[in-house]
């Protein structure tokens, strides 16, 4: 991709204001706040339930809501920073999500709460974008893939701590800590914004919305996400279903013509001209597939399964975080080094590798196994996270590094959330092909067909169908049943997503260094 003039020579920084280490340690704890906020609240959703009163349909809606409105806001976002300066936006976006998180704290009603987690996917929006848009920006290009493995680095760690902490804060404090402390995290990272962060714009950065187009492209992920949200409780076959994922479809193909016909679109599609971040988005989509669609079951496996508390499931899977926390760093160094290709692919295999490791788990697997397989899945997740970052972020112009930050992260909410879908769906086939014959063939007593759904439902996360009451050789029996049942089904999904990573390094072989990475260091500020 050629590139007109992007900015003037940088003025020299003054004092401490915009030193580029600096600016890091400001934007990692932001960005950990969200990624914290991200794992901390699944521990409280059992506890908020029981205090506010609230309805399956409503807890579900306080991890959807904020959900849907991260994914479908996070490329607005972008352009919002590449529009009026990244600085501003992560300022924004981080006293939008402490004030949400305190009033959800504050909150006594379910209403409340939903409303103000979608508030805090709106302002965690903001923040995300526009932390790799200050990154991209401040780092010379030579030290950019180490920021952004360092930058991994505090993602996986605050994606670990989230199980942990939150366990921690709910069962002795209570789960309105659980967004309290959010507050002083948002204050001391406002306070390094103010004073440490330097505003980075390009000389011809944009200056107008493409409103329609942001309507539309909200529209279209909207849709898509929401589909794949509620595919698994109304069935991939379903009208409904089928519905908004059509929609989606004819909102992106309206969003494309658009942007073709506007003279300063939210999305320049001249960017996907590059093959290096096409194949950069692409990957992202299916490492997330992958890695958060397989990572779905295995939280069901630790506690349903082997039974362990929300805590200590947290702590079986550090050996997979710890070595993201490990590789992101080393990652950013190889792939200064050599480029982002070797490492991409290498991350990929091992990837594939460890899905199938872990496909062959079984009920009685012990704890040294399981690290192992996690270890791995870390391992090779470290290089793609660092790597397929530094792809769609340093092929984009810098006056489009705010998009391209939205982009790599909506890669990665829809790659989530596509494979949580689909694999959800290959569970629950999974299950409702085999469970009746295995209850059969247990010897235990009939069931009818509504006792049978019901049961099926339970085994797809791990749960024993055992009535209260039941001799203990029968409740064991059942147990059996239903475990062995559920990791049958998980083996299947993670054959599925080895398959998927195997095509990631296929992918990852047409990624190379970012082209426009160079120009960060020399952005003009104001």
């Not at 003025?11 to 932001?30: C, E």
């Not at 050996?319 to 070797?342: D, E, K, N, Q, Y």
């Not at 996690?374 to 090779?380: K, M, V, W």
Request: proline share 5%; hydrophobic share 55%; net charge neutral.
């Amino acid at each position: 991709m050629t590139l007109a003039k992007e900015s003037s020579p940088s003025p020299v920084r003054s004092g401490l204001r915009g030193h580029p280490w600096l600016t890091l340690f400001a934007v990692a704890i932001g960005v950990m706040m969200v990624t914290l906020d991200g794992t901390i609240v699944a521990v409280a959703n059992p506890a908020i339930q029981k205090d506010l009163g609230a309805s399956l349909a409503q807890v579900q809606w306080i991890t959807n809501g904020y959900l849907l409105a991260l994914a479908v806001s996070l490329i607005t976002a972008g352009k919002l920073g590449d529009r009026f300066g990244h600085r501003q936006t992560f300022l924004i976006g981080i006293a939008g999500f402490g004030l949400s998180s305190a009033v959800i704290g504050l909150s006594d009603g379910v209403g409340l709460v939903i409303g103000f987690r979608v508030a805090q996917g709106l302002f965690g929006a903001l923040l995300m974008p526009a932390a790799l848009g200050l990154l991209r920006a401040t780092f010379p290009a030579e030290k950019l893939n180490m920021a952004i493995g360092i930058w991994g680095m505090v993602i996986g760690a605050s994606t670990a701590a989230g199980p942990i902490v939150g366990g921690l804060l709910v069962e002795h404090v209570s789960w309105q800590s659980v967004f309290f402390i959010n507050v002083p995290v948002g204050v001391v990272a406002l306070l390094f914004g103010l004073f440490i962060l330097l505003d980075h714009r390009a000389e011809n950065a944009p200056r107008s919305f493409d409103l329609p187009g942001i309507v539309l492209l909200s529209a279209a992920m909207f849709s898509l996400i929401w589909a794949l949200i509620k595919a698994a409780e109304w069935g991939w076959g379903d009208a409904k279903t089928l519905l908004f994922l059509l929609g989606s479809l004819v909102c992106f193909g309206l969003f494309a013509f658009w942007e073709t016909r506007v003279s300063e679109p939210l999305i320049p599609l001249g960017m996907f001209r590059s093959a290096a971040l096409s194949a950069g988005t692409v990957l992202m989509v299916l490492m997330a597939f992958a890695f958060m669609g397989g990572l779905f079951f295995v939280t069901f496996y630790l506690q349903n399964v082997h039974g362990m508390s929300p805590v200590d499931s947290g702590l079986r899977l550090l050996p997979l975080t710890g070595m993201m926390i490990i590789g992101s760093p080393l990652a950013g160094a190889a792939i200064t080094r050599v480029g982002p290709r070797v490492p991409l692919v290498a991350g990929m295999v091992a990837t594939a590798v460890a899905c199938v490791g872990m496909s062959r788990l079984t009920p009685d697997t012990g704890t040294l196994t399981m690290s192992l397989w996690f270890a791995l899945l870390g391992l090779g997740l470290a290089p793609v996270m660092v790597g397929a970052t530094e792809v769609i972020v340093g092929n984009a112009p810098l006056e489009l590094s705010g998009v391209a930050g939205g982009l790599q992260q909506a890669a990665m909410q829809v790659g989530g959330s596509l494979g949580t879908a689909v694999l959800g769906a290959v569970m629950a086939a999974e299950v409702s092909d085999t469970f009746g014959d295995n209850w059969k063939g247990a010897g235990l007593p009939p069931l009818t067909p509504e006792q049978l759904g019901l049961a099926e439902r339970g085994v797809q996360v791990g749960i024993a169908p055992v009535p209260p009451g039941v001799p203990e050789p029968v409740a064991q029996s059942i147990s059996t049943v239903a475990h062995e049942t559920f990791v049958s089904g998980m083996s299947t999904a993670f054959t599925c997503a080895a398959v998927v990573a195997a095509l990631a390094a296929v992918v990852a072989c047409f990624t190379k260094r970012g082209e426009n990475a160079a120009a960060g260091a020399g952005a003009a500020h104001i």
